[in-house]
């Protein structure tokens, strides 16, 4: 059976629709998210639902894998943190057929530095630290792509990894960690891209 993921509103108008109850009987949807910002729009949100008859358990996840494996173990009814290529990385990788009910917003991503001003300052051999889940590995690419320090194969590839790389003319190089880890190690390196 498939699952869903959802936009915190659409979720609240289909689970009430699919209970097929009155606005007065009070319905519970148990949501996976991560805490900043999911967990902080789902705060908004949670009033507004309640006062139509759907309370929303948020439960706030660290990490980008357990939303999704709590979901395949019915441990929750939703998620609410994702896009689309993560999702469809962690369906290939491991085997699972989650599907989304209506895309979200995207966060906004950049490279961060405290050594340098601009990314014309990173020198050879810098020390990067990028994402290391598939969609947000290939967004760092992509901007480091696109700003000149390395050359991708395919830079509209949703899913480019480092062995995509054709030209690293600076010799970055390059580490994976979980995202959540990249600003508490900014002063550590010379670029993260978060």
């Known amino acids: ?3 869903y993921l959802l936009l915190p509103l659409l979720a609240a108008s289909l689970a009430l629709s699919a209970c097929g109850k009155s606005g007065s009987d009070s319905q519970k949807l148990v949501v996976a998210a ?3 910002p999911h967990a902080e729009i789902l705060a908004v949100v949670k009033p507004i639902l309640q006062k139509e008859g759907l309370e ?3 439960r706030v996840f660290n990490d980008y894998v357990q939303p999704n494996d709590q979901l395949v173990q019915k441990q929750v009814d939703v998620n609410y943190f994702q896009t689309e290529p993560y999702l469809d ?4 990788d491991r085997k699972t057929d989650l599907v989304k009910v209506i ?3 995207i966060e906004p991503f950049g490279a ?3 050594r340098f001003k601009t990314l014309d300052e ?3 051999g810098a020390d990067v630290v990028i994402p290391n889940d598939p969609s947000n590995n290939s967004r760092a690419l992509i901007l480091l792509h696109k700003a000149g320090l390395i050359t991708l194969k395919d830079p509209t590839n949703a899913l480019a990894t480092q062995r995509d790389i054709i030209a690293n003319p600076r010799q970055l190089k390059f ?3 979980d995202s959540a880890m990249l600003p508490r190690v900014l002063d550590q390196v010379d670029l993260a891209l978060i």
């Open 34 to 36: 991560t805490a900043v």
């Open 56 to 58: 929303l358990d948020v």
């Open 89 to 92: 990385a962690y369906n290939r």
């Open 175 to 177: 580490r994976e960690l």
């Open 103 to 105: 895309g979200v917003h």
């Open 1 to 3: 059976m498939k699952k």
């Open 112 to 114: 961060y530095s405290r």
């Open 122 to 124: 990173v020198p050879v």
